[in-house]
C-alpha cells in the first residue's frame, strides 16, 4: 500500500513537473498558446516528448536546450538575455528610470527658486532668511483651492 502511494507520488510530482514546463514553451503552430493549452498535434507530441525526457532523467535546463535547439528561441517564453534581446529586457528599465529622472528634476525645479538665486547674484550678498521668505511670499502664487465636494460644500455654504 505504501509503495503505491509512493509511486502516486512520484507520478504526481512528474506530472506536475512536465506541466510547468509546458505552460513556458510555446506552441510553434499556434504562436500565441503554451503547448499545455493547445490542442494541436504538434503540441500533443511535445508535451509526450517532455515526458519522456523527464521519464529519462533529463533536467529542466536539458530539456528547454533540447526544444531550444530543436525548435529556435522562438518556442521559449522567456528569451535569453543577449545582444537581440537586450533592448526586451533593458526597455522597462530604461523607462522607468527615465521617468524617475524626470520626476526627480522637475521636483528640484519646484524647490530652487531662479528669483532668489538671480537676486543673490546681482546683490552680491546672501538674502537674509526674513527678505527670502518675504520674497518668496510675493513671487510664489498662492495653492489653487482645493476641488473636492468637502470644499465646494464649505464655498456654497459661506455664500
Not at 531550444?68 to 528569451?79: K, M, Q
Not at 537581440?84 to 522637475?106: D, F, K, N
Not at 482645493?146 to 464649505?154: F, I, K, M, T, W
Request: glycine letters at 6%; charged letters at 30%; a positive charge.
Amino acid at each position: 500500500m505504501e509503495k503505491r502511494d509512493e509511486d502516486l507520488k512520484k507520478a504526481q510530482m512528474l506530472d506536475a513537473r512536465a506541466r510547468n514546463i509546458s505552460h513556458n514553451v510555446r506552441c510553434t503552430e499556434c504562436g500565441s498558446q503554451s503547448i499545455e493549452d493547445s490542442q494541436a498535434d504538434v503540441a500533443i507530441l511535445l508535451r509526450q516528448l517532455i515526458r519522456d525526457e523527464i521519464g529519462a532523467g533529463k533536467t529542466d535546463k536539458e530539456i528547454y536546450s533540447k526544444l531550444e535547439d530543436e525548435f529556435g528561441e522562438t518556442v521559449l517564453y522567456a528569451p535569453k538575455f543577449d545582444m537581440q534581446t537586450a533592448a526586451l529586457w533593458l526597455t522597462p528599465v530604461l523607462i522607468a528610470g527615465g521617468t524617475a529622472a524626470g520626476l526627480v528634476y522637475s521636483k528640484h525645479r519646484q524647490r530652487t527658486n531662479v528669483h532668489i538665486m538671480a537676486l543673490d547674484l546681482i546683490r552680491v550678498v546672501s538674502l537674509t532668511p526674513k527678505e527670502r521668505v518675504t520674497i518668496l511670499d510675493v513671487l510664489i502664487p498662492p495653492p489653487p483651492p482645493p476641488q473636492g465636494v468637502a470644499s465646494r460644500l464649505r464655498r456654497w455654504l459661506n455664500r
